[in-house]
C-alpha cells in the first residue's frame, strides 16, 4: 500500500483529511453512494429536457446543457480508463482547465441530445462498476493530479467535486432548484476549500483557517498550507455562510465577498486564487499575469506542494 491510499476502514463517513503530503483518508464506498445518487438525480432532470433546456445557455461561459452533459460524459471515460500514473489532470503535462476540457468536446461534436443522454447514463453505470471492482480487489495507484500525485480514489472525489459542480450550472442558471443532499454538498464544499488551497501557493497565498459553515452540508474545516496542505473536513450542523455558496465561489461561479467576509483578507485573497484563474481568458492572460506564471512554473510549485 502506498503512502497516498486512503485509510477507509478507519474513516467515519462524516469527516474527510485530505493532504498534498501523506496519506489522504475518506471513506470511498459511501463516495461511490453519494456520487451514484447525484447522477440518478442529475439523469431523472436530463430526462424531461426539450430541445431549447437543451441548448440553454449554463453558469460556464459558452457551453449550453448539451456541452456540459457531453463533458461529463468526457469525465466519465478519463476516470474509468485512469491507470498508474495517468496523467490527464496533471497541469505539468500541459492540462490547463480552462482549455483542455473544451478539446475533449470535438469528439463528441454532433451528437444528438438524446445520444448524450444515452451515452451519459451508460458511461455513469461503467464507471461505477470499474470503480466498485478497484475497490473490492484493493487495488491502489496514484494518478497525476493538478496538485500532484494523488491514490485515484482521490480523482473520484474530483470528478465528483466536477460533476456536483456542473449540475448546479445546468439547474441554477434555469432558475430551477439544485436537487442535492446533505452528503454530496459536504463533499463537494470540502474538495472546493482543498483545490482551493491547493492552488494558493502557486500564486504565493497560504492559508491557515478554521471554516466554519452552515446549511446542508456544512460543518467545520480547517485547512492549513503551510508545509504542504492538511484539510480536515468534519460535517455536521453549526452556524456559518452556507456550505454550497461557498463551493460556488471558490469555483468562481460567484462573488466569494460575502461569504468570506468574516475570515482576514489573507485568507479571502488566497482562496480566491483558483476562482480568478477561471475567470481569466487564456489569450487575455499577460506574459507577467500570476495565472500565465503560474502554468508555466508548476512543476517546481507541485514538488513543493507534495
Not at 122 to 129: W, Y
Not at 176 to 186: I, L, N, V
Not at 215 to 223: A, H, K, S
Amino acid at each position: 500500500m502506498n503512502d497516498h491510499s486512503p485509510l477507509s476502514e478507519k474513516t467515519p463517513p462524516w469527516r474527510l483529511l485530505l493532504r498534498t503530503g501523506g496519506a489522504c483518508d475518506l471513506d470511498p464506498r459511501r463516495l461511490l453512494e453519494v456520487f451514484g445518487e447525484q447522477r440518478r438525480r442529475f439523469v431523472a432532470v436530463l430526462g424531461g429536457f426539450g430541445p431549447d433546456d437543451w441548448a440553454a445557455p449554463t453558469r460556464c461561459a459558452d457551453w449550453s446543457a448539451h456541452d456540459v452533459v457531453r463533458h461529463l460524459c468526457d469525465g466519465n471515460a478519463i476516470a474509468a480508463g485512469a491507470g498508474p500514473d495517468d496523467r490527464t489532470l496533471d497541469l505539468t503535462a500541459g492540462f490547463d482547465p480552462r482549455i483542455t476540457p473544451r478539446g475533449w468536446l470535438t469528439a463528441s461534436a454532433g451528437e444528438s441530445p438524446d445520444g448524450t443522454l444515452r451515452r451519459f447514463v451508460a458511461t455513469t453505470e461503467e464507471l461505477l462498476a470499474v470503480l466498485r471492482t478497484r475497490l473490492a480487489q484493493n487495488r491502489r495507484f496514484d494518478v497525476r493530479m493538478p496538485y500532484g500525485p494523488r491514490d485515484w480514489t482521490v480523482l473520484v472525489l474530483h470528478g465528483f467535486w466536477d460533476s456536483w459542480l456542473h449540475e448546479r450550472d445546468v439547474l441554477l442558471a434555469r432558475g430551477a432548484a439544485h436537487p442535492t443532499t446533505g452528503d454530496a454538498t459536504f463533499y463537494a464544499t470540502a474538495y472546493g476549500v482543498f483545490i482551493a488551497a491547493a492552488v494558493a501557493p502557486m500564486f504565493g497565498g497560504q492559508v491557515q483557517e478554521k471554516l466554519r459553515l452552515g446549511g446542508d452540508g456544512g460543518g467545520v474545516f480547517e485547512v492549513d498550507s503551510h508545509g504542504g496542505l492538511t484539510l480536515t473536513a468534519s460535517h455536521g450542523s453549526t452556524t456559518g455562510p452556507p456550505a454550497a455558496e461557498l463551493a460556488d465561489a471558490l469555483a468562481g461561479r460567484s462573488s466569494a465577498t460575502a461569504v468570506l467576509d468574516d475570515v482576514p483578507a489573507s485568507t479571502r485573497a488566497a482562496l480566491t486564487h483558483l476562482a480568478d484563474f477561471m475567470k481569466t481568458p487564456v489569450e487575455k492572460t499577460r506574459p507577467d499575469h500570476p495565472a500565465k506564471r503560474a502554468s508555466r512554473s508548476l512543476t517546481g510549485t507541485t514538488h513543493a506542494l507534495t
